[in-house]
């Protein structure tokens, strides 16, 4: 069975620093990765996804993600964090050899980002 | 944001008042689905509707009645809900069921259950 885990419920980062959300997955094959944003009242936004290929995938608002096949990890990131990215951030996995045809979303990761 | 609307944002019902949420996409793809985001729990995958017919029922209790008249259209059905399903109802839609397609979201309808 697939699953993902959002090991850190709460990020506090403060303007102008980088921030990482991490992301870690179990698949019995070779992931699909996604991360989503949620702002408050709000549906989820997608950010970027992972499917094949570089290792280092590039996204919406200057955010970047890094699959790690070793680590089972795919981890967000950005260089330099806003106020405004301050949200909930989900990660979301579908294994491409399973018969799971669906995402598991991870639990979220709240975002605050001090000015 | 345009893409998926769902109407209303907000709905307060009682045990045993009978209400109906809506979503529609406007992106053109076949397949849709409705899910749960309850606090401090990961989303819950409810239904999913590949070309208008039902692919994926997880153990949704049946208060809950999913309709998918067209591609376009996401009805839940709702009647003699429980407290306990206050939530926010998310709908979302992919070009295909399936496949390595984003899902893409409406805003959702906040429901409180009285």
């Known amino acids: 069975a697939q699953s993902v885990a959002q090991p850190e419920d709460q990020v506090n980062v403060a303007e102008g620093n980088p921030l990482t959300v991490k992301c870690t997955y179990s698949v019995s094959g070779n992931p699909y990765l996604f991360w989503y944003v949620q702002y408050p009242n709000r549906g989820l936004q997608f950010l970027l996804k992972y499917i094949t290929g570089d290792n280092l995938v590039k996204g919406s608002y200057g955010f970047e993600a890094e699959f790690n096949k070793s680590q089972t990890s795919f981890h967000l990131k950005k260089p330099s964090a806003l106020v405004s990215d301050s949200a909930l951030y989900f990660c979301?996995?579908?294994?491409?050899?399973?018969?799971?045809?669906?995402?598991?979303f991870g639990p979220g990761t709240r975002l605050s980002v001090l000015p | 944001e345009t893409g998926v609307t769902q109407t209303p944002r907000h709905l307060v019902m009682g045990m045993t008042n009978k209400k109906s949420l809506k979503c529609e996409q406007h992106?053109?793809?076949?397949?849709m689905y409705w899910y749960k985001q309850s606090a401090k729990k990961p989303l819950e995958l409810m239904f999913v509707?590949?070309?208008?017919?039902?692919?994926e029922n997880n153990s949704v209790p049946s208060r809950f009645s999913p309709e998918c008249p067209n591609s376009s259209h996401l009805f839940l059905h709702l009647h003699t809900l429980q407290p306990e399903d206050s939530a926010l109802y998310l709908c979302?839609?992919?070009?295909?069921?399936?496949?390595?397609?984003?899902?893409?979201f409406g805003p959702g309808t906040r429901l409180t259950v009285l």
């Open positions: 992106l053109g793809h076949n397949a």
């Open positions: 979302a839609s992919s070009s295909q069921w399936g496949s390595t397609d984003t899902q893409y």
């Open positions: 979301a996995v579908r294994d491409i050899a399973g018969t799971g045809q669906n995402f598991v």
């Open positions: 509707y590949s070309l208008e017919e039902r692919v």
